[in-house]
T-cell receptor, first 112, second 115 residues
């Protein structure tokens, strides 16, 4: 069964600090892995999309890494801001691009 | 360009009723997909429409159905509502033939409460 597991479930950090969120998946065959940011009461917004051949992709202060061999991805947030407080969701697409498997998300709170 | 628009924003129904949700994709996007989000199950894929045809479907009962019109606008219908159908229903559009395999642009969702 295809699964996407995210850790931690929740995280509290101080403004200005860095943090790393983890995503492990068992989706096979694999097409791409995406990270989304979802603010409370809003729809998810795409941060990065990586195919199996990409190891790293950045979007401003967000950097995603992918290890297709170990089926692990991470999202690193640098110099966190209060506006980074949100849920971060890891999503994996199968190689036909037909099915998406979602992780349960990591709820990040950035405190001043 | 206007984003993905979902209406209504909030909806309250009672068990046994049916409900129709609407989604207007970004202009030029032909793929529209629907998702259910609950605190317990997280985000789950419902189905995807492309050029008025259902192209992919998740593991939901037949009470959940949808359609897409020639202008790419889409509707989702849930019949015989159950308490467990209470959720945030999200719609997303995609700019290419990749559908859900490509970059998705989500609306803000319709929050459905079933009493």
């Amino acid at each position: 069964k295809n699964q996407v597991e995210q850790s931690p479930q929740s995280l509290i950090i101080l403004e200005g600090k860095n943090c790393t969120l983890q995503c492990n998946y068992t989706v096979s065959p694999f097409s791409n892995l995406r990270w989304y940011k979802q603010d409370t009461g809003r729809g998810p917004v795409s941060l990065t999309i990586m195919t199996f051949s990409e190891n790293t992709k950045s979007n401003g202060r967000y950097t995603a890494t992918l290890d297709a061999d170990t089926k692990q991805s991470s999202l690193h947030i640098t110099a966190s801001q209060l506006s980074d407080s949100a849920s971060y969701i890891c999503v994996v697409s199968d190689n036909a691009g037909n099915m998406l498997t979602f992780g349960g998300g990591t709820r990040l709170m950035v405190k001043p | 360009k206007a984003g993905v628009t979902q209406t209504p924003r909030y909806l309250i129904k009672t068990r046994g009723q049916q409900v129709t949700l609407s989604c207007s994709p970004i202009s030029g996007h032909r793929s529209v997909s629907w998702y259910q989000q609950t605190p317990g199950q997280g985000l789950q894929f419902l189905f995807e429409y492309f050029s008025e045809t259902q192209r992919n479907k998740g593991n939901f009962p037949g009470r959940f159905s949808g359609r897409q019109f020639s202008n790419s606008r889409s509707e989702m219908n849930v019949s015989t509502l159950e308490l467990g159908d209470s959720a945030l229903y999200l719609c997303a559009s995609s700019p290419s033939g990749q559908g859900v395999g490509g970059k998705l642009f989500f609306g803000s969702g319709t929050q459905l409460s079933v009493l």
